[in-house]
Structures are given as structure tokens and as C-alpha cells.
């Protein structure tokens, strides 16, 4: 089996042995991949998984191409990011936070992603300066988190995290530290001890420091990210799932997503509506009804347990609820 031959490698082998064209994609699946314009990169121990999965299931839709991703329509920033983009990768669009993408790498290729265009034609907005960053938080004491995103922060070694961390900690206006990540899910084996020694030596100096998890099915919860995940439950571990067409959009599904999290220390935080993005409008849904299945969630769940339903603004003026 593909998943214990790689088990014992470390999380950045395993990163570096990815599968990287459609060729490599379509003989580990045994099927045509048809031809798209965007990249492919999934690591095996996760592809081993997809195909477990099986065709069209939940695994399956977010990361094998798809011959709809070739249709042109969508947009190409479709939440506005160029408008609120400064450089050096920083995207400041409420006045106490900013997003800060220190790199545009990935664990894995998801084939709905909002960014998929921009990280494809690696913007400039995306491209990180940490000097930068540092003059930026001294010149804005009212910047109060710092949101690691991306690209995905926690692709980075624990070295690199621990360098950039520690230049967030040199300006003191910043209280919080926040992480988007999805390599959690995609690589369980990132979560490990060096990850958390280096988190752990700044938990007092920030008031909070936050691990937001993207995941959107509960089949992405492996057994050993549940094992690996234990051990950060010190820090804020919140979820953000994108509700996404023939993936997540049944109520059961989101119960079990949002029941299973919780379980294991998680809160569930948002429900992203998915956005307008070209090349991923085979996942888009009408806000009609993700309105009713979210609405759907209270007879199952209680509210603490229900994340925020929200979506994003073309305009680039940020976040609001459906419902
Ligand atoms: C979502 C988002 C944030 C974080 O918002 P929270 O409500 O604090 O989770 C910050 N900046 C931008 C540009 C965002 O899109
Ligand atoms: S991990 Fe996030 S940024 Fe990267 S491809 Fe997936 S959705 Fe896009």
C-alpha cells in the first residue's frame, strides 16, 4: 500500500516525491485526467487516498482535474484582492488585521481554489518581503493580528516559521497571530514536534495564536491528523470549510464535518460561500441555496457548533453573512 510506504518519510519527502504532471496523476489513478490549464500537484500518501475514495467522491471533485476548468467564465481576482493589496505581501482590508502571504506554495492543488488564477500567474501581490513586513506593522500600530495565508504558511520549515514569527514579535501593537492553513490535512505529519516547540515558545507573547484548518469533508480527517492534532490543542484551533457543489452541500455532510471537528478540538469558525473564481465555477452554487442548507444546520447542531456563513465581496470590501 502506497500510504505505509510513505507513512515513515517525513512531511517534506513527501512533499518534494508529489505527483506533478496529469501523466503522473492519471497512472497512480489508473484514468484518463483530462487536459486543463491550471497545475497538478498532489503529495502520494494523499493521492493513495483519493483513490481509496474512489471516482467522484468528495476527495476526488477538490483535487483531480476537471475538464471544467478549462470554461472561461468567473472572475479572475474574484474577492477583490488587488484592491486591498499592498506589496510585498501584505493584504490589509480591515483596519486591526492584515493577511501577510509568505509564500504562494501549496500542499496540494485544490481545484476550486478562490486564488487559483493569481497563484497560477504568480502575482506580484503574492510575493512576501519580510523587511517589509516590519516597517509596514511599525507604520501601523493599529494592526493588532497578524494572519499568516497564502499559499499555505505552514509549507514553510519550522525554521523559517520561527524567523518570521519572530519578526512579528519585534513590534509590540501586534497581540495576535493567526495561521490559514491547509497542509494540517493534506500532510498530518507536518504537525510535528518541531512545529509545536517553535509555536509554543511565543504562547505567551501573544494573546492568542490561532490555527485556522481549511478542511470541507469529513473524509479528509485521517486518523493521524486526529492523533496529531492533539497535541496543539493548547493553541486556538478553528476550521473554515468552502461549501462547494457536489462536495459538501447536504446538511448531513456539514453535520458530520462540524460534529467530527469539534470532537477533536476544533471550532468550527466559517462556512466561506464559494466565490466566482474562473476555472472553478463547476463548484459554485446559488447563495439561494446554500442559504437554505445552512439554515438546514440548526435543527442538528447546536449554535456554538454552527460556523459563520459567509462570503466575499468581488469589490474587495470583504466578508459578509449570507444569512
Ligand atoms: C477574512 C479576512 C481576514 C480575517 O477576517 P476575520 O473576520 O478576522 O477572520 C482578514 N483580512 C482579509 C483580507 C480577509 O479576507
Ligand atoms: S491550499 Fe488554499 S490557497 Fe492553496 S490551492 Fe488550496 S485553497 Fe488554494
Partial sequence: MQTNLYATNSWQE???????????LSSFLQTPIPAQPYKVFIPRSFASKIKDAGFDSPLWRQFVPSIDE??????HDPIGDMVNAK????????????????????PINCRYCFRKNELEQQHDFLKANLEKLSE???DNPQ????????????????????????????TPSVKFLRFHSRTPIILPSRLDQGLFEVLNKFINRFDA????????????????????????????????SVLLKDVNDCPSSLVRLFKSLNKIGIRPYYLHHPDKAMGAMHFHLSEKKGAD??????????GWMIPHYVVDSPLGSGKSLVV
Avoid at 513527501?14 to 501523466?23: L, W
Avoid at 484548518?213 to 473524509?219: A, F, G, L, R
Fill in 136 to 138: 509596514y506593522l511599525e
Fill in 87 to 106: 506589496e510585498n505581501g501584505i493584504i490589509h482590508r480591515y483596519n486591526n488585521r492584515i493577511l501577510f502571504n509568505p509564500t504562494i506554495i501549496c
Fill in 70 to 75: 478549462n470554461k472561461t467564465t468567473g472572475l
Fill in 209 to 240: 495564536i490561532t490555527i485556522a484548518i481549511h478542511v470541507n469533508h469529513s473524509s479528509e480527517l485521517s486518523d493521524e491528523f486526529i492523533e496529531n492534532i492533539q497535541k496543539f490543542r493548547k493553541f486556538n484551533l478553528v476550521s473554515q
Fill in 143 to 170: 494592526v493588532e493580528e497578524v494572519i499568516l495565508t497564502g499559499g499555505d504558511p505552514l509549507i514553510l520549515s519550522n525554521l523559517k516559521i520561527e524567523k518570521i514569527i519572530e519578526l512579528i514579535t519585534k
Fill in 14 to 24: 513527501e512533499f518534494r516525491d508529489a505527483i506533478k504532471t496529469s501523466q503522473e
Fill in 293 to 302: 442548507i445552512y439554515t438546514s444546520l440548526r435543527a442538528d447542531l447546536p
